[in-house]
């Protein structure tokens, strides 16, 4: 797996005889705790020393107590606290010589050469000019006589490695920076408040004409990021913001008249709200900054708007970490003890990072240089320059953004009708997809049409155009607003297929789990029969469950992951005080083990049993075993996850009760069926912003699509690729015919074949306190991004 070393050596012993120190430092970010813990638990298991640096650099500097050895126990409970317990701090002294050689001393007496850094762009420079600088500071040692040649000798070479904890995640090559969703959830959040409020304001006035249509109403809301946009931009797009100002793109001159006349068309456009997000770096193409309170004068002055500013501040680093966050830094403190162990001299110190999906090692001054690349791009006013050299995501997000929001809409018609339809279980994230569809859609001049109740409402007729207007304010709203129903179309093909010529809809975007997926492709096998369903369609994955065949992810996966996580923080804190106690915890996802194994890593389990990986009774005895013997230590907790159809005689009952007895006299036992809570909540900000992208690339794929099947005045799609399930494989958007996927579908089970997370659970169980056997077969390359620049997709989540 990529997450693991690729000799044929065992990965329990690679450590022995090696030390390795971790230490954060800069600004303090969410997730760095799980970053810590991963980095002790997977070190401890390689068989290495582990050290923590307490306070950063200024702890590497001063020694003493502050460089002390971490335990297995010592890293317990630590992952839902946000900040980092290890503390973090910004030291002027290592950045002397006279600093940098007190803090190689205190390494070199420990027999220290591995340093896992965890911090931003600054501290892991300091960290790469520490290790060049590296054998000349122990000849400065030897020859003031605080080391000896044999010390020297045995740290000849210091190993670096990092990982980038920074909220602003504006560090180059990175998809996501330790930090980054959790920044977003806190930001979210607020905006879900102030548009609450100000929505219930206005229908307070629905009675009085006169002040409805006098009043309205505009929010400012800066966000820290001082020279990346990210934060602001994923904002504009998780909340359907009507503007964003950005440090990589500056507005063109004479943006007040251009804001004031956006203000002013999406009001009248019926829209009572306008919210504006700004990152705290926004400038203008003349270099001067762009404040919240210059934007509030204009838009009263000009507007007469009821205008409110905001600045969020340090409430953005704050709070618990995203599951995102925990997942984040825990898969890269696993890869950052692989990349020490395995580094040699010739070794250029390195990041750990994702790139959707995937794990890479990335050489750490190529990041640099062209995190530095950006601020000269932006210094000489290349913006267009910037936005490419943030990477893939960011741009991809800027696009997006700007098909949204800067909207000028159609003057003539395209005559094509494109219905819109939710299929399935209803999950959070369907309605983001429906209005950003909608809106393309509009955009592209067609006619939306939305389907009530899915397949069954198509074959019902209930069908109605949906507008511009209809699917205002449908980011943060969970559930599905369309109505949605598990029926599949093969009982109702007739119906269907005659609905779809009277309606003349001449494509379908098909937003569900797995029975949009089995629907697509009932309707494509019905295509021979009937002629009117030979149009493209488009499926895509929205399901808590994750088992849509064709994407690694899908909308409503990680809303729910979030729900169980934090579950789990408060079932697991309401045992606190008490004595020794062990959670089972029955989670969702049909015979898809996603939640389970992706939640045990994010909550920090013993273990996650789950159909994909069978289990039998000698495997629960070795579980109750191994946790009987954890709790003769110093910890308290336990934590077990079951997949609901994991097995059909292990049930939760079963497992309960098996733990309960086996555990007599050392701890007991409590169980919670989580049940339909995963369903529901608003979407977090990583689901709005997929479902936001997702359903744009789809109406826009579909729309070239109709240009290729337009023949002899009419629609017609036969073709495999003709109907596609948009999703995310390893680092892109991607589409793939439904027909293809079928081989790779277990339909019995409802789950694709292969799934790429099932190589995370070795690190679950490592993290557990497992010895098991690794496969080291696959391994993460280090890779280069000045020559082909970032590699990037959907941002880390995983995530963008």
């Known amino acids: 797996m990529s997450e693991m070393p690729s000799t044929g050596a065992d990965p329990t012993k690679m450590g022995v005889g090696r030390a390795i120190a971790v230490l954060t430092s800069g600004g303090d970010a ?262 919240c309170d210059q934007i509030k004068e204009l838009v009263t002055k000009r507007l007469g708007y009821d205008t409110r500013a905001t600045i969020l501040g340090h409430v953005q680093r704050g709070g618990t970490p995203s599951a995102f966050d925990r997942i984040l830094g825990s898969r890269m403190g696993v890869e950052a003890v692989m990349a020490l162990l395995e580094a040699t001299p010739d070794t250029p110190a390195c990041v750990v990072s994702l790139s959707g999906n995937q794990a890479v090692r990335l050489p750490l001054m190529e990041c640099v240089q062209v995190t530095k690349d950006v601020t000269i791009a932006m210094k000489e006013g290349k913006y267009d320059e910037a936005v490419k050299l943030r990477g893939k995501s960011f741009e991809n997000n800027w696009n997006t ?183 089972i915890i029955e989670t969702m996802g049909g015979y898809c083990g996603y939640l389970a194994t992706m939640s045990g890593l994010a909550a920090g389990a013993d273990a996650a049993y789950i159909f994909e990986e069978k289990f039998n009774i000698r495997d629960l005895e070795v579980n109750v075993e191994h946790l009987v013997e954890k709790m003769k230590t110093t910890v308290k907790r336990g934590l077990i996850l079951r997949n609901e159809n994991s097995n059909a005689n292990y049930t939760t009952d079963f497992i309960f009760n098996l733990y309960s007895e086996e555990g007599k006299g050392i701890f007991d036992c409590r169980k919670n069926v989580l049940g339909h809570m995963q369903q529901g909540g608003t979407p977090t900000p990583f689901d709005r912003n997929f479902a936001t992208k997702m359903g744009a690339k789809s109406v826009l794929w579909l729309t070239e699509k109709l240009k290729e099947c337009y023949r002899h005045g009419r629609i017609f799609a036969n073709s495999q690729d003709s109907a596609c399930v948009l999703g995310m494989r390893k680092r892109g958007l991607m589409f793939q015919p439904l027909t293809e996927l079928k081989e790779q579908t277990d339909f019995e089970h409802r789950i694709p074949r292969t799934a790429w997370w099932l190589k995370l659970r070795p690190i679950l169980k490592i993290l557990a306190k497992y010895k098991i056997n690794l496969d080291t077969s696959e391994h993460t390359h280090m890779e280069h991004i000045i020559s082909k620049r970032t590699p990037v997709t959907l941002s880390g989540k995983m995530k963008e």
């Open 30 to 291: 969410q997730g760095m705790n799980a970053a810590v813990r991963a980095t002790v638990r997977v070190g401890l298991y390689t068989g290495a020393k582990v050290f923590f640096v307490h306070e950063g650099y200024q702890g590497l500097v001063d020694g003493g107590d502050n460089i002390r050895p971490a335990t297995w126990e010592s890293v317990s409970m630590m992952l839902q606290l946000g900040g980092t317990v290890i503390g973090s701090a910004r030291c002027k002294d290592f950045q002397t010589r006279e600093g940098r050689l007190k803090a190689a001393l205190n390494l070199v007496k420990r027999g220290i050469t591995n340093l896992c850094v965890i911090g931003g762009d600054g501290s892991l420079t300091g960290a790469n000019q520490f290790r060049t600088e590296w054998s000349g500071l122990l000849g400065e040692l030897i020859s003031k006589g605080k080391i000896t040649a044999e010390e020297a000798k045995c740290a000849s070479h210091l190993n670096i490695v990092g990982m980038v904890g920074s909220i602003d995640n504006d560090f180059c090559g990175t998809d996501m920076t330790i930090g980054t969703d959790s920044a977003l959830h806190r930001i979210v959040e607020v905006v879900d408040s102030i548009t609450t409020t100000a929505q219930r304001s206005f229908s307070t006035l629905i009675f009085n004409f006169v002040l409805i249509h006098s009043h309205q109403r505009a929010f400012i809301l800066e966000v820290m990021g001082r020279h990346c946009g990210y934060l602001a931009l994923v904002t504009a797009l998780s909340c359907g913001a009507d503007w964003v100002f950005i440090p990589e793109m500056p507005p063109d001159d004479g943006w007040e008249d251009h804001l004031c006349r956006r203000l002013m068309e999406t009001r009248n456009r019926g829209s009572r709200l306008n919210v504006i997000i700004v990152a705290e770096g926004a400038m203008g193409r003349d270099g001067k900054p762009i404040t």
């Open 401 to 583: 953004y700007k098909l949204l929001a800067h909207v000028h809409l159609p003057e003539t018609k395209s005559n094509i009708n494109v219905a819109v339809l939710n299929v399935g279980a209803p999950c959070a994230g369907m309605n983001a997809a429906v209005r950003a569809a909608v809106r393309i859609g509009i955009i592209q001049g067609h006619s939306m049409l939305a389907v009530h109740d899915g397949f069954e409402g198509l074959a019902q007729g209930k069908i109605e155009s949906i507008t511009w207007n209809s699917v205002g304010g449908w980011t943060g709203k969970g559930g599905s607003v369309l109505g949605t129903k598990r029926t599949l179309p093969a009982k109702h093909i007739e119906e269907i297929s005659l609905n779809i010529a009277k309606y003349n809809i001449h494509a379908l975007v098909i937003i569900g789990g797995f029975e949009a997926f089995s629907g697509g492709l009932e309707l494509v096998h019905a295509r021979q029969k009937y002629e009117e369903l030979c149009i493209p369609l488009v499926v895509i994955p929205a399901t808590v469950s994750n088992n849509v065949p064709g994407s690694d992810f899908s909308i409503g996966a990680d809303t729910a992951l979030n729900t169980i996580t934090s579950t789990c923080d408060r079932i697991k804190q309401s045992a606190a005080g008490t004595k020794r106690r062990v959670f």
